[in-house]
T-cell receptor
Framework: DTAVSQTPKYLVTQMGNDKSIKCEQNLGHDTMYWYKQDSKKFLKIMFSYNNKELIINETVPNRFSPKSPDKAHLNLHINSLELGDSAVYFC????????????????FGPGTRLTVL | AQKVTQAQTEISVVEKEDVTLDCVYETRDTTYYLFWYKQPPSGELVFLIRRNSFDEQNEISGRYSWNFQKSTSSFNFTITASQVVDSAVYFCALSERYGNKLVFGAGTILRVKS
């Protein structure tokens, strides 16, 4: 059983399009995250949700809109895609809750490689 | 603000050599957590270890060992008798108390040649 899954694994699209990436975790975790890994392998957090509530938004353009229909899912919708959005996007989850020590490790999905042409 | 520095961009070794990956961190918090993740060529991120700031005991897991030194703000990772399968990008990361996010270093590419 895959703990954190993402779909699709690869996404190739044209500039200006709107696309979504889905993430699901079956670990029963309360917190989910989106990270972006650029072409130089640098990983940076974008968003964090706890029990469907946004708790971190790291100065990401508002073309990026996360949506959490329930605590097991965190989807990422991107409007008006730009060339600079090309990256690998990782979803992650952990048992942590806001206001408590983030002791637990984050489990990552396999990543979605987004290429904007 | 929290920051993680992995000064070694890339390291190449020959199989069976020992190799140490350096990690230096900055934080104003007195309670924090340090992590190492491995990213093999297949691309997934694999958790290796977590260490909290009040536990400076070094840890050994098979060929892997970690040296945490608060005095120098370092959390170094050593692979003993490296193998080709150890070839990957290794990330050190920091999470502050109540931070709810991982701040990653830039990663170190390790190439182990046979």
């Amino acid at each position: 059983d895959t703990a954190v899954s993402q779909t699709p694994k690869y996404l190739v699209t044209q500039m200006g399009n709107d696309k979504s990436i889905k993430c699901e975790q079956n670990l029963g975790h309360d917190t989910m995250y989106w990270y972006k890994q650029d072409s130089k392998k640098f990983l940076k957090i974008m968003f964090s949700y706890n029990n469907k509530e946004l708790i971190i938004n790291e100065t990401v353009p508002n073309r990026f809109s996360p949506k959490s229909p329930d605590k097991a899912h965190l989807n990422l919708h991107i409007n008006s895609l730009e060339l600079g959005d090309s990256a690998v996007y990782f979803c992650a989850s952990s048992q942590d809750s806001p206001g408590t020590s983030p002791y637990n490790e984050q489990f990552f999905g396999p990543g979605t490689r987004l290429t904007v042409l | 603000a929290q920051k993680v520095t992995q000064a070694q961009t890339e390291i190449s070794v020959v199989e069976k050599e020992d190799v140490t990956l350096d990690c230096v961190y900055e934080t104003r918090d007195t309670t924090y957590y340090l992590f190492w993740y491995k990213q093999p060529p297949s691309g997934e991120l694999v958790f290796l270890i977590r260490r909290n700031s009040f536990d400076e005991q070094n840890e050994i897991s098979g060929r892997y060992s970690w040296n945490f030194q608060k005095s120098t703000s370092s959390f170094n990772f050593t692979i003993t008798a490296s193998q080709v399968v150890d070839s990957a990008v290794y990330f050190c990361a920091l999470s502050e108390r109540y931070g709810n996010k991982l701040v990653f270093g830039a990663g170190t590419i390790l190439r182990v040649k046979s």
